[in-house]
C-alpha cells in the first residue's frame, strides 16, 4: 500500500498546550499537505508546503518537511478546544495522486 | 473560494439496489475528479480518478464494475455503487481539480455517508 503512516494515532491534550502530529509517505512528492476533518465532515486544507521548502507557518500552524526522510510534521501552538478533529496529511505526486496518510485524532480538553 | 458539492450528502439503502452520487463542481470546470472512500476512524482511500470525456482509472483492488464512474461534463462526476451491499456502507468524498497540471489545489465535497441495509 502506498499509504502514509502518521503518528500518533490519537492524541489528548489540553487547552493551551501545542499539538505535534508527524506523517511519513512513501512516494516522491510535488507537495504534502496537511487537512483537517471534523467528525462526519469533509475535508478542510489547512497548510501546503512544496517540496523545495523546509518550513512554513500560518498563524498556528506550523509545518516542516523533510524529504531525504519522507516525512513531514504539522504543529498546533496553544491548541483550542475547537481543534478538536482528525488530522491527515496528504502525500501529493505529480500525478496529482493525493495519498492520505492515517490521520491522527486530536483531543483537546478545555 | 472555489465549491465542490455531492448529492445526495446521506443516503440509506436495502441490499441490492443502486446508489448513485454526484458531485459537481460549482464555479469551476474540472477535468479531473477523484472519488475516496472513508470507513470509520480511517482515512481516505483513493478509489478512481474520473477524466471528463474518457474512462475513470481505478486503483487496484477496486471493482469497476461494482463502482460505475461517469465524468459526462466539466462540473459533473457521477459514482453509482451497484448491487450494494452492507460491506459498501462508507463515506464517499470527491474532489475536483479545477486546472489540468496543477497539483496545489484541489476542492473536497463535503462528502456522502452511504448506509446499506
Known amino acids: 500500500s502506498q499509504q502514509g503512516e502518521e503518528d500518533p494515532q490519537a492524541l489528548s491534550i489540553q487547552e493551551g498546550e501545542n499539538a505535534t502530529m508527524n506523517c511519513s509517505y512513501k512516494?516522491?512528492?510535488?507537495?504534502l499537505q496537511w487537512y483537517r476533518q471534523n467528525s462526519g465532515r469533509g475535508l478542510v486544507h489547512l497548510i501546503l508546503i512544496r517540496s523545495n521548502e523546509r518550513e512554513k507557518h500560518s498563524g498556528r500552524l506550523r509545518v516542516t518537511l523533510d524529504t531525504s526522510k519522507k516525512s513531514s510534521s504539522l504543529l498546533i501552538t496553544a491548541s483550542r478546544a475547537a481543534d478538536t478533529a482528525s488530522y491527515f496529511c496528504?502525500?501529493?505526486?505529480?500525478?496529482?495522486?493525493?495519498?492520505f496518510g492515517t490521520g491522527t485524532r486530536l483531543k483537546v480538553l478545555a | 473560494g472555489a465549491v465542490v458539492s455531492q448529492h445526495p450528502s446521506w443516503v440509506i439503502c436495502k441490499s441490492g439496489t443502486s446508489v448513485k452520487i454526484e458531485c459537481r463542481s460549482l464555479?469551476?470546470?474540472?477535468?479531473?475528479m477523484f472519488w475516496y472512500r472513508q470507513f470509520p476512524k480511517q482515512s481516505l482511500m483513493l478509489m478512481a480518478t474520473?477524466?471528463?470525456?474518457?474512462?475513470?482509472?481505478?486503483e487496484q483492488g477496486v471493482e469497476k464494475d461494482k463502482f460505475l464512474i461517469n465524468h459526462a461534463s466539466l462540473t459533473l462526476s457521477t459514482l453509482t455503487v451497484t448491487s450494494a451491499h452492507p460491506e459498501d456502507s462508507s463515506f464517499y468524498i470527491c474532489s475536483a481539480n479545477p486546472r489540468q497540471g496543477s497539483t496545489d489545489t484541489q476542492y473536497f465535497g463535503p462528502g456522502t455517508r452511504l448506509t446499506v441495509l
Open positions: 464555479d469551476f470546470q474540472a477535468t479531473t
Open positions: 496528504a502525500a501529493v505526486s505529480g500525478t496529482y495522486k493525493y495519498i
Open positions: 512516494t516522491s512528492i510535488n507537495n
Open positions: 474520473s477524466n471528463e470525456g474518457s474512462k475513470a482509472t481505478y
